[in-house]
């Protein structure tokens, strides 16, 4: 949520700058700026995306040393003004922000009361008036920023640079992410690895409290108290290519395309084909505390909960240990029970979202036992939790979760075949699970070889302002996420209903303005699944029927048929037709699918 880039070295920053901008805009795209320190800062922001900023910046925008922004606002209008970075009156500061400061009003007032003239509504202008103040009253930057820091209530990743002090930039994080980009005499940071990686991979993770100053010789850290820190940098293992569309018109369909791949990545080496058992080693976990546990909570936000539901049904279902998912926004305000016998475990694919982040704090505060599933290596809810699965599914740069989808419900898989098998799945079953992961990627394929035609269904749906979708047991969570991904980049209304709770309310709403995609696998509850379009065809609903085979023609308008897998295995594959049936609605309705309004893809605030 929200993009900061900053450069210092030798070379013109204005253009690493709002490349990396670039690289970031799906954490924000309302706002952008950039200012670069020569005799003096430069300042250019708008209103609008990277590409009306990059206009907007003159060609003689000199400067080795900088700092860059693009917003998702929390704290007043997109405008110009409203744009980071922030000076101070003096125009001797400069801020970029990321989070929300939570005394702004308090802080803002004061400064009024002093005398000091705001230009914008936003609390990040708070700060640059405050390190203008300390600045003057201290030795260097660093100090100024520390002191200026201790009077804000909230979260922040935040850059600064001062006019006088030219040849460098001072960068902390609380809550908001800052990773520093290590390079040959020049030194780069942002808000996520994706800015950095066309230019190094040798990246350095700030810790919450955490303070650097770079310069182009390196840098240093600092620790809330001012004790300098001791780092290790890592290697990202991602390069800039994977963050190109890769030719495909919007990153979503790659994304979307690339789960064959994506997939077999987060199975490789996990699978053991003698005892059908997976290899997790990253749980750090033996078997007999694996055995231990008597109930797993899961918890994660947006499509990550949803994938979280899938989980829970796999490992009830393959290892009978009772499992729940629950959105991580909710759990970390409801004072939880946190129960010694409860494996905890938390989703993430940025691995920064703040709510998941704060309920692991909150569990580990009152001693749970957390794991993760997280994508970004590295990342802060990777380095809080006790052990967990890296999907490996490679960066998802679209706002709308497919493959990390897809790859979370493969680790619970894994995750439900290793608990399973320490308790009572018989090898026989541990095989089957085995053999159906293995037959994933392939059955994948076989589905994204229907895009044309699902891309016809959805434009024929795309009329409608609104759409039910209906699932059962282990077809809810995949109508969950189907209706999901359908509202968040086509914009049309989708509610999603347990098949079963039809006829206790939303019934009432089934006609022929309101069509129902239903999710039918052909499992033990196909004949109670037909009944319901059967209820829903009685009152002149149009049905779009996703599953495995044909059904009677009088009981769906259209049918997507796929191909079968194990049936505690078919949600994944369910899965697939509706993100391609949103993507190509979304595509329809001219909308900006990877970039859908009010979104952002992680979600660093509260
Ligand atoms: C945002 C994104 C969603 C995502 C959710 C959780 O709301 O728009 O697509 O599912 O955050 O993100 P995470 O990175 O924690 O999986």
Request: negative net charge; hydrophobic residues 40%; proline residues 4%.
């Amino acid at each position: 949520m929200c993009g900061i880039v900053a450069y210092v070295g030798s070379k013109d920053a204005a253009p690493i700058l709002l490349e990396g901008l670039q690289r970031l805009e799906y954490r924000g795209y309302d706002s952008a700026g950039v200012v670069v320190s020569n005799k003096g800062l430069k300042l250019r922001k708008v209103k609008g995306r990277v590409a009306d900023l990059a206009k907007a910046v003159p060609a003689r925008f000199k400067g080795t040393l900088g700092i860059g922004h693009t917003r998702w606002a929390t704290h007043g209008v997109p405008s110009d003004e409203n744009a980071h970075p922030h000076l101070s009156s003096d125009e001797r500061i400069a801020v970029v922000h990321n989070g929300i400061i939570e005394n702004a009003d308090e802080l803002r007032a004061r400064l009024v009361a002093e005398g000091v003239v705001f230009v914008s509504e936003t609390d990040t202008e708070v700060l640059a008036h405050l390190i203008a103040r300390t600045v003057t009253e201290t030795d260097t930057l660093e100090e100024a920023v520390r002191k200026a820091l201790k009077s804000i209530v909230g979260t922040y990743g935040i850059a600064v640079v001062d006019s006088e002090r030219p040849k460098e930039i001072v960068v902390a994080r609380n809550g908001s992410p800052i990773v520093l980009g290590l390079g040959e005499k020049e030194m780069f940071a942002a808000s996520d690895v994706a800015a950095l990686v066309r230019y190094t991979r040798q990246v350095v993770h700030l810790e919450d409290g955490e303070l650097a100053v770079l310069t182009a010789d390196g840098f240093h850290t600092f620790a809330s108290g001012g004790r300098e820190t001791a780092k290790e940098p890592l290697t990202v293992d991602w390069d800039a290519g994977h963050y190109d569309t890769g030719g495909y018109e919007h990153y979503l369909l790659k994304e979307i395309s690339e789960q064959p791949e994506s997939i077999a990545r987060t199975l490789r080496g996990r699978l053991d084909e003698r005892f059908h058992i997976a290899h997790l080693g990253g749980l750090n976990m033996d078997a007999r505390e694996t055995r231990s546990f008597r109930r797993v909570k899961i918890i994660g936000c947006g499509s990550a909960y949803y994938s979280g539901q899938i989980g829970a049904q796999l490992i009830e279902e393959l290892a009978r240990i009772p499992a729940d998912a629950e959105p991580a926004s909710e759990f970390r305000y409801r004072n939880p029970v946190v129960d010694p016998d409860t494996l905890y475990v938390a989703i993430s694919q940025s691995g920064e979202t703040y709510d998941t982040l704060a309920a692991v704090q909150e569990l580990k505060r009152k001693g749970g036992r957390v794991i993760g599933i997280v994508n970004a290596v590295g990342s802060a809810i990777a380095r809080e939790v006790d052990g967990g699965i890296y999907l490996h599914a490679g960066p998802e740069v679209s706002v709308a979760s497919t493959k990390a989808f897809t790859s979370t419900a493969i680790a619970f898989a894994l995750l439900a075949l290793h608990f399973g098998r320490v308790h009572d799945l018989s090898p026989a079953d541990g095989r089957r699970i085995v053999e159906g992961l293995r037959e994933l990627p392939t059955q994948i394929e076989k589905i994204l070889e229907q895009g044309d035609r699902i891309a016809e269904l959805a434009k024929k749906y795309a009329v409608h302002p609104s759409m039910m979708f209906v699932g059962r047991v282990r077809g809810y969570p995949v109508a969950r996420e189907g209706a999901q991904k359908l509202k968040e980049i086509s914009y049309i209304h989708a509610e999603a209903y347990p098949a079963s709770e039809l006829k206790h309310g939303p019934l009432a709403l089934i006609g022929p303005e309101l069509p129902t995609v239903a999710i039918v696998p052909d499992d033990e509850l196909l004949d109670k699944n037909l009944t319901t379009l059967g209820e829903i065809r009685a009152r002149g609903g149009q049905v779009l029927m996703v599953g495995h085979r044909e059904p009677d023609a009088k009981l769906a308008d259209d049918v997507i048929v796929i191909p079968k897998n194990e049936i505690e295995l078919d949600p994944i594959l369910l899965t697939i037709p509706l993100q391609l049936l949103a993507y190509h609605a979304a595509v329809a309705l001219e909308r900006d699918v990877d970039k859908p309004r009010n979104l952002a893809k992680s979600v660093t605030v509260e």
